[in-house]
């Protein structure tokens, strides 16, 4: 028979896998008496997890939602962090995106009631992989609020500061923004609220660190499309300088002199096909062709360009760049 301890775990495992437990069933699968049941049960209630009783013809056990978080877990500002962290697991690229949704939902099940709205209502777009953790970081209590307002379709109201005290920006510039949030987004690390905006008139992305909601928000909104339907697509081509459909400004395609699986872990969102064992077609994208050419260069190999014939002149600007380089 398992310590005390270790069963006191898997029967909690068992009450966070399903909604309701027969205490027969419960029994078997640990192996032990009902009467062991109860005793466990009534343990786990000690230590503040809300273990109810059901009705039924051999009655059975309940993981219910208390009116607190069960102690040594978490603080009220701890499991919207963790919730935070886990909606935007996906973002790691480390491929636990199904762990985190399990994950998400035990701890929510367990949440009082004020703290899965607020859990609920922060929708959050990964884009792109995260890199080192930017500096300064936004505030959660920010990350909520703008989720909230994207949620409930209301109006926002927040002050902007502009990039830096130095910028010339007009008096207009520098007053409060009102904006149609839609999405709150992650690229890099950072955090972005993707939002219309009622004065421009256009799309905008902002810093969630740089923003400072005001209150009340405002009248409740009809969401928008954001251009070509996908938010992902949307955000990454505002990052790489496009006009919003997410393709790079500059597009071409090489072949390599190496193995697709020598370029596939180093080409980011590009696209390659194995050719042979030494072989392989690249197609990838940059803001620039001098940038494309330059990033195609770090795989130092042989590369026959296929086109576009923007690509091959970049290869020769650059190429006469580095010999006058080597000259000097």
């Known amino acids: ?48 997890y809300p273990v109810v009783a059901t009705k039924g013809p051999d009655g059975g056990y309940r993981l219910d939602a208390g009116t607190e978080l069960p102690p040594l877990l978490f603080d009220d500002d701890q499991a919207v962090a963790l919730a935070v962290a886990l909606r935007t ?10 762990a985190a949704e399990r994950a998400l939902s035990t701890v929510r099940q367990v949440m009082p009631a004020r703290l899965r709205h607020r859990v609920d209502s922060l929708h959050v777009t990964a884009v792109g992989r995260a890199g080192a953790q930017p500096d300064p970081q936004a505030d959660p209590r920010v990350l909520v609020a703008l989720g909230t307002a994207v949620h409930a379709r209301e109006v926002l109201r927040f002050d902007y500061p502009p ?12 007053s409060p923004r009102r904006v149609q949030p839609h999405h709150l987004v992650t690229w890099g690390g950072r955090w972005y609220l993707v939002a219309w ?52 400004p500059c597009l071409g395609e090489v072949i390599l002199d190496l193995p697709a699986a020598a370029v596939s872990g180093h080409a980011g969102d590009g696209f390659v096909e194995a050719l042979g064992p030494d072989r392989c077609r690249l197609v990838l994208g940059a803001w620039s062709w001098p940038g494309l050419a330059a990033t195609i260069g770090r795989f130092d190999a042989g590369v026959q360009v296929v086109g576009p014939p923007e690509l091959r002149d970049a290869f020769a600007h650059l190429a006469r760049r580095f010999a006058d380089a080597a000259e000097r």
Not at 163 to 174: K, L, M, Q, T
């Open 1 to 48: 028979m398992a310590t005390t301890s270790a069963r006191l775990l898997s029967l909690l495992s068992l009450l966070q896998a399903r909604r309701d437990w027969p205490g027969r069933l419960l029994a078997e699968r640990l192996e032990v008496s009902a009467r062991t049941v109860r005793r466990d049960v009534d343990r786990l209630r000690e230590l503040g």
């Open 197 to 248: 905006d009622l004065e421009r008139e256009d799309w905008r992305t902002f810093r969630a660190d740089r923003i400072t909601p005001r209150t009340p928000t405002g009248p409740r909104f009809t969401p928008r499309d954001v251009p070509g339907g996908n938010v992902a697509a949307f955000v990454a081509g505002r990052f790489r300088g496009s006009d919003g459909d997410g393709d790079w």
């Open 163 to 174: 990039a830096s005290p130095d910028s010339g920006d007009a008096p207009a510039e520098r």
């Open 89 to 98: 697991a996906a973002a790691t690229g480390a491929g636990i995106e199904e």
